[in-house]
């Protein structure tokens, strides 16, 4: 059994270090996001080579002043939080937890350590510090209409593949002597950035035919760009249009966040 002032120190420690709604739960948050930019702004400066020639022992002081930092953070999370198990497979704990694991692979592999940029998805917390609510639902709405149009474009993304690998197949028979379409694999890629426009010009086609293939696969890019972007677009649109329609008597209401309907007065949003 838990003394009560054991509970207390993690009641009082979960509202500071969870919420926001407290002066010092807000002043923590705001330490804690000015922590994480700096320390993003070294794993930065730490890749530029005359920066790390010079200041190579400071920086790897401060990644790790600020590793400690991010790891006590994080087990102090774990202790005081109810709901433990939810909290490190959440979005959040997970999140917390790789933004220190990096420093700890760098110990036996080189490079991971400059994965610590993922810390600065640990800065999207500033939206419920400054309470922009408005921010968050705009998101939703977005990942909803994304959601709702995940089979459509799991089909337009199955479809461009398959264009993509019939059309880097025939440009492979097609520039047979050209040393840039070695094998298939090489000439899909082609054709993929040829499809979305990029056009690195690594490879090229040389024959009459292969560039009026090219020329016809280009044209087709920029409209198949506009696919995806109107499929979204369009459930995007349909997930507002039924937020803002009365659903008993399917008048549409002009102030989406009204609580009544103003024809006829039933409440709109429980």
């Known amino acids: 059994m838990q003394s009560k002032e054991h509970i207390h120190w993690k009641k009082k420690w979960y509202n500071i270090i969870f919420g926001a709604d407290t002066k010092l739960g807000r002043q923590f948050d705001i330490v804690l996001l000015i922590a994480i930019f700096i320390s993003v702004l070294v794993v930065m400066a730490d890749s530029v080579d005359g920066i790390h020639q010079k200041f190579?022992?400071?920086?790897?002081?401060?990644?790790?002043f600020f590793t400690i930092i991010f790891t006590l953070e994080y087990f102090i999370r774990v202790i005081i939080s109810p709901q433990k198990r939810k909290y490190i497979l959440s979005f959040w704990g997970m999140i917390d937890l790789l933004s220190t694991l990096p420093a700890y692979l760098a110990l036996f592999f080189h490079g991971p350590q400059f994965l610590l940029v993922i810390r600065i998805f640990r800065l999207l917390r500033i939206f419920r510090i400054?309470?922009?609510?408005?921010?968050?639902?705009?998101?939703?709405?977005?990942?909803?209409?994304?959601?709702?149009?995940?089979?459509?474009i799991i089909v337009f993304f199955g479809?461009?593949?398959?264009?993509?690998?019939?059309?880097?197949?025939?440009?492979?028979?097609?520039?047979?002597?050209?040393?840039g379409f070695s094998s298939i694999p090489q000439a899909i890629y082609w054709a993929i950035v040829t499809i979305t426009t990029v056009g690195?010009?690594?490879?090229?086609?040389?024959?009459?035919?292969g560039q009026f293939l090219s020329a016809v696969l280009m044209?087709?890019?920029?409209?198949?760009?506009?696919?995806?972007?109107?499929?979204?677009?369009?459930?995007?649109?349909?997930?507002?249009?039924?937020?803002t329609l009365c659903k008993y008597c399917q008048i549409k209401v002009i102030d989406e966040n009204a609580i009544f309907c103003s024809n006829c007065g039933k409440v709109i949003h429980n």
């Open 130 to 152: 400054l309470r922009l609510t408005s921010f968050q639902n705009e998101a939703k709405q977005l990942i909803n209409a994304l959601r709702a149009s995940g089979a459509k």
């Open 200 to 209: 690195y010009g690594d490879i090229t086609p040389q024959s009459s035919l």
């Open 159 to 179: 479809t461009i593949i398959s264009v993509a690998i019939m059309i880097g197949t025939i440009m492979y028979i097609i520039e047979d002597n050209n040393p």
């Open 219 to 243: 044209i087709v890019g920029y409209a198949i760009i506009a696919v995806p972007t109107g499929i979204i677009s369009v459930e995007f649109s349909k997930k507002i249009e039924r937020k």
């Open 56 to 64: 190579s022992f400071q920086l790897d002081v401060l990644e790790w």
